[in-house]
């Protein structure tokens, strides 16, 4: 078997297998560390090996390929225990924590021990390793008045603007989340054990609407930080985005699990806010709103910066419930491009592949070259949907949003380029095969679907495939394209539309249709 190092830390990597099956490898494989069986029957694409030594070589062998790699240097090591952190699960831990990470030296290591640790937000410092092990459990105060507050803005003496918190899209005041960077690089945060907010304990799925103080924080809220890696941890049961890079660069999720009850508020797995360079790899996400939501900003934000969220990779994922699996938008007014979402498995998701942007979001919301790729989908409700009329927020079921009419183009109208679905099979859907809807002043420039099997689920519920004003609910409808400049379609088979009341292929105001 052939694979590649994807990660690695002082104490840890993470490898990826080089094959085109999706999530899971079709047959059970061992993992030896030099010579000796180390992982038994795994069967993820994504697996990792921790306990190792720093600065030392080791021989990996998978199947009957081996080869040699160095894990990175590292300075010294500080145990949060010498720091008087108990781990009860009682006594507050936070303090102890901190003064761990301010203290140990460049390039060294805060070990977390087995235990739970009682904590408010701790805030990360550059060019350090954290490592939670196996075992140990960072639990969130759910005292939301104990929590320090983050601003939204910080006006420099230069007369800039530093954004350091949002909440969603816009600049806002929030509570700080659990792990909190601020303008830090080089950081890595390692390990088998669990970053739990404990939000299930606390009010912050209570009158979510309500903001209370300040706005709910993160799991993890990284603001202008630089080559930071999360590698193993679990990050769950948080009062509202798990993970949060803003203005970050250089981002990797690598080999984790997300996890938040399916009726929870907000709690999408990771939402990505004008980056670049982000990679989300072996993640295992069952979260109670999108899994993947890509970002870039409202209006404000968006035509201010024009940062688009950019070069970003999603590989080797299993999405499991959630309301969409990887969704861009729909605040992404700085724009997304060059995305590429590949050997993905989508499990019961309301939406599989999902674009989500209105009349509103700007001319500098341009989404444009995104690749999805060798997906696999199961109980997805509408696996493909593209909208440009998404009805959320206060102003969204206004006229302007939902009229069907062709209004001017200006400086609020939004863009959406080339977009390519290939090598996909989606089983088990319900409310429709696929869902486009373009704008008529501004269509969708561009749609290639190749290699693409959808069909149905016997028992399938009727929905709504996408969320916009005076869309009704569907079931078993085919595929749908309005307002789309250039269609093309190679080798699409779906089965069991509802034919007496759909047609298989809808096309209106298609400027271009290619069929082969």
Same mark, same amino acid.
């Not at 789309?484 to 034919?499: A, F, I, P, R, Y």
């Given at each position: ?35 000796? $069986?180390?992982?038994?029957? +795994?069967?993820? @694409?994504?697996? =990792?090996?921790?306990? !190792?030594? %720093? ?93 320090? $507050?983050?601003?939204?803005? +910080?006006?420099? @003496?230069?007369? =800039?603007?530093?954004? !350091?918190? %949002? ?350």
């Amino acid at each position: 078997m052939k694979f590649n190092l994807v990660f690695k830390s002082s104490r840890s990597f993470t490898f990826e297998l080089d094959n085109k099956d999706i999530y899971f490898n079709k047959e059970k494989f061992d993992v030896l560390v030099n010579g000796k $069986v180390e992982l038994s029957g +795994i069967n993820t @694409n994504v697996f =990792s090996i921790y306990n !190792l030594d %720093s600065n030392t070589e080791y021989a990996i062998t998978v199947g009957k390929t081996t080869e040699k790699f160095t894990t990175d240097y590292e300075s010294s090591v500080v145990n949060v225990r010498d720091f008087g952190a108990i781990g009860d699960g009682v006594t507050e831990d936070t303090l102890a924590i901190q003064s761990a990470i301010l203290s140990v030296l460049e390039n060294g290591r805060v070990l977390i021990p087995e235990g739970t640790y009682l904590v408010r937000p701790l805030f990360l410092r550059s060019n350090i390793t954290i490592e939670i092990v196996k075992g140990a459990t960072l639990l969130g105060e759910t005292d939301r008045y104990k929590y320090p $507050v983050l601003p939204g803005q +910080i006006k420099n @003496n230069d007369g =800039s603007t530093f954004e !350091l918190a %949002s909440w969603e899209g816009t600049p806002d005041a929030t509570y700080a989340s659990i792990i909190t960077g601020v303008s830090v690089s080089n950081v890595k945060v390692i390990g088998e054990g669990i970053i739990d907010a404990n939000a299930q304990n606390s009010d912050w799925w209570v009158d979510v609407k309500n903001k209370r103080g300040q706005w709910r924080p993160k799991g993890v809220f990284l603001s202008n930080c630089n080559h930071i890696g999360f590698q193993g941890v679990t990050v769950k049961n948080t009062p509202s985005w798990n993970l949060h890079p803003y203005f970050s660069n250089y981002i990797d999720f690598i080999d984790m699990k997300l996890m938040s009850p399916k009726d929870s508020h907000n709690t999408d797995g990771c939402d990505p806010e004008s980056c670049d360079y982000v990679n989300v790899i072996g993640v295992n996400f069952s979260v109670g709103d999108d899994c993947i939501a890509i970002k870039s900003g409202k209006y404000e934000m968006g035509m201010k910066y024009r940062k688009p969220t950019s070069h970003m990779t999603v590989r080797n994922c299993f999405m499991n419930h959630g309301h969409g699996a990887v969704v861009l938008g729909s605040e992404m007014s700085g724009g997304i491009t060059d995305l590429s979402v590949s050997q993905c498995y989508f499990y019961k998701t309301d939406r599989g592949l999902r674009i989500k942007t209105r009349r509103g979001r700007g001319e500098s919301a341009i989404i444009d070259g995104i690749t999805f790729e060798n997906i696999y989908m199961d109980g997805v409700l509408t696996p493909l949907v593209m909208n440009m009329y998404y009805y959320c927020d206060p102003d969204g079921k206004t006229e302007y949003v939902w009229s069907k009419e062709a209004l001017k183009v200006d400086e609020r109208t939004p863009y959406l380029g080339k977009f390519v679905f290939k090598d996909m099979k989606c089983i088990n859907a319900h409310a429709a095969a696929a869902f486009f809807y373009g704008l008529p002043e501004q269509p969708i420039k561009s749609i290639t679907i190749e290699n693409v099997d959808i069909s149905f689920a016997e028992d399938a519920k009727p929905a709504r495939p996408a969320m916009m004003s005076f869309q009704e609910e569907q079931l078993k409808a085919g595929l749908q394209f309005r307002y789309v400049d250039h269609v093309e379609l190679k080798n699409v088979n779906v089965s069991g539309v509802d034919t007496d009341n759909y047609e298989p292929i809808v096309l209106e105001n298609v400027k271009e249709f290619i069929q082969k």
